[in-house]
């Protein structure tokens, strides 16, 4: 997150390249500077972020508030955003005082990084690096997602997630985690969750993972049983 550093017409271009390496349906740099509300409303919320910690609060607040009003997104002025940081299609994205989000995260639209108390403490998630968070998520109050995990669609994370995991559903279970990979047959577990597990867009074959492994393991049965 050591963005201070660098110049803003570097973190723009940087900013664009990371848009057109994420989206597919981006043509050009032109393109995404001019038309991708994620891309604006992280250029805006980098001009509150320096208005807040100078002190101009309510300034840093007007900004990020027409911000939300043409893009769609709300970026607290205090949130903290690391470098490569892109929203794909962005609306209704909202990202709170204390957040805390790494470089290379991408959000999709819907995600709510979210608070559950009212106090003046650190309230938000922390994300750390390269982290996937799909269409609708909610993540809820001060926990850390670890670094390379996938937030599936809809899910509503209030525990934290350790690095390299998938987490899906509501409430949210970790269904891959790297470190679980203990002997082969554990890490043929993963393969088939991870097939099964994350969408960012939540377009699985139903609704609830764990019931679609425990009815893999019913038809099996029932398999066995027919051939018997």
Not at 76 to 100: K, L
Not at 115 to 120: A, D, E, F, I
């Amino acid at each position: 997150m050591h963005n201070s550093q660098r110049s803003l017409l570097d973190l723009a271009r940087e900013d664009l390249a990371t848009a057109r390496k994420r989206d597919p349906a981006a043509r050009s740099s032109l393109e995404v500077a001019l038309l991708y509300p994620g891309v604006h409303a992280l250029w805006a919320h980098r001009a509150a972020h320096k208005l807040w910690h100078k002190g101009h609060r309510f300034a840093a607040r007007a900004l990020s508030q027409a911000a939300r009003n043409f893009t769609g997104i709300e970026i607290h002025p205090a949130a903290t955003i690391g470098e490569r940081f892109f929203i794909d299609h962005g609306m209704g994205i909202v990202i709170g005082e204390t957040a805390e989000i790494g470089e290379g995260v991408m959000l999709y639209h819907g995600v709510t990084l979210g608070g559950q108390v009212l106090t003046q403490t650190k309230r938000h998630p922390t994300i750390q690096d390269n982290v996937t968070v799909g269409a609708g998520a909610k993540i809820l109050g001060p926990i850390t997602i670890g670094a390379g995990t996938a937030v599936g669609a809809n899910a509503v994370v209030t525990k934290p997630v350790p690095p390299g995991a998938t987490a899906v559903g509501n409430p949210a279970r970790i269904i891959v985690a790297k470190q679980q990979v203990l002997d082969e047959k554990q890490a043929e577990r993963e393969a088939v969750a991870a097939r099964m597990g994350f969408s960012a867009y939540g377009v699985t074959e139903g609704d609830d993972p764990l019931s679609q492994a425990l009815r893999g393991l019913i038809d099996h049965a029932s398999g066995h049983e027919h051939q018997i």
